[in-house]
T-cell receptor
Framework: GAVVSQHPSRVICKSGTSVKIECRSL??????MFWYRQFPKQSLMLMAT?????????EQGVEKDKFLINHASLTLSTLTVTSAHPEDSSFYIC????????????FGPGTRLTVT | KQEVTQIPAALSVPEGENLVLNCSFT??????LQWFRQDPGKGLTSLLL?????REQTSGRLNASLDKSSGRSTLYIAASQPGDSATYLC????????FGAGTTVTVRA
């Protein structure tokens, strides 16, 4: 199956700093990628849809100025958490659908962000 | 707004027993439905994908059915093993992927 990677897998940062998370599709091109966050023992919540060559689409309630998304190429999307606060601590996961009629979603391994 | 519900929230069975996990969704206008497995602290592994025109998919010990008109899907896992212990998530795709809260499965050796 298709492979999606994320980097870093874990990051600890101080309150007020910014953190960048990368999502890469390793063996296929993805014009669209999705970013989710997951709180402990809860399901995934879609944050935004990342579109190559255009602006990201954010879900209701997600601050676009706080969670900056850049889809730099057909294999790379980045999520930058700006001015991070402890309440931003969470598990962030990206996904990318394969092309073709199935539109099957493949997920990265996730990034654990801890803001101190 | 699409709502996805998974029942039960948790399930504990002895090794060898068959597992039945249920998923329901409110809007039947979906493109596909996927079942995922998530181990603690890890990302999601795709298990099965059912297109809206299909009624079931099978892979090894796993079988998933889809009844789009009634908004239901069921994941069957035959002859469960301790390695099947994980959280299983159902997700439906219309214009975006909507997840259920998951069923946490424990298979006792």
């Amino acid at each position: 199956g298709a492979v999606v990677s994320q980097h870093p897998s874990r990051v600890i940062c101080k309150s007020g700093t910014s953190v960048k998370i990368e999502c890469r599709s390793l063996d296929f091109q993805a014009t669209t990628m999705f970013w989710y966050r997951q709180f402990p023992k809860q399901s995934l919540m879609l944050m935004a849809t990342s579109n190559e060559g255009s602006k990201a689409t954010y879900e209701q309630g997600v601050e676009k100025d706080k969670f900056l998304i850049n889809h730099a190429s057909l294999t790379l999307s980045t999520l930058t958490v700006t001015s991070a606060h402890p309440e931003d601590s969470s598990f962030y996961i990206c996904s990318a659908p394969t092309s073709g009629p199935s539109y099957e979603q493949y997920f990265g391994p996730g990034t654990r962000l801890t803001v101190t | 707004k699409q709502e996805v519900t998974q029942i039960p929230a948790a399930l504990s069975v002895p090794e060898g027993e068959n597992l039945v996990l249920n998923c329901s969704f409110t809007d039947s206008a979906i493109y596909n439905l996927q079942w995922f497995r998530q181990d603690p602290g890890k990302g999601l592994t795709s298990l099965l994908l059912i297109q809206s025109s299909q009624r079931e998919q099978t892979s090894g010990r796993l079988n998933a059915s889809l009844d789009k008109s009634s908004g239901r899907s069921t994941l069957y896992i035959a002859a469960s093993q301790p390695g099947d212990s994980a959280t299983y998530l159902c997700a439906v795709y219309d214009y975006k992927l909507s997840f259920g809260a998951g069923t946490t499965v424990t298979v006792r050796a």
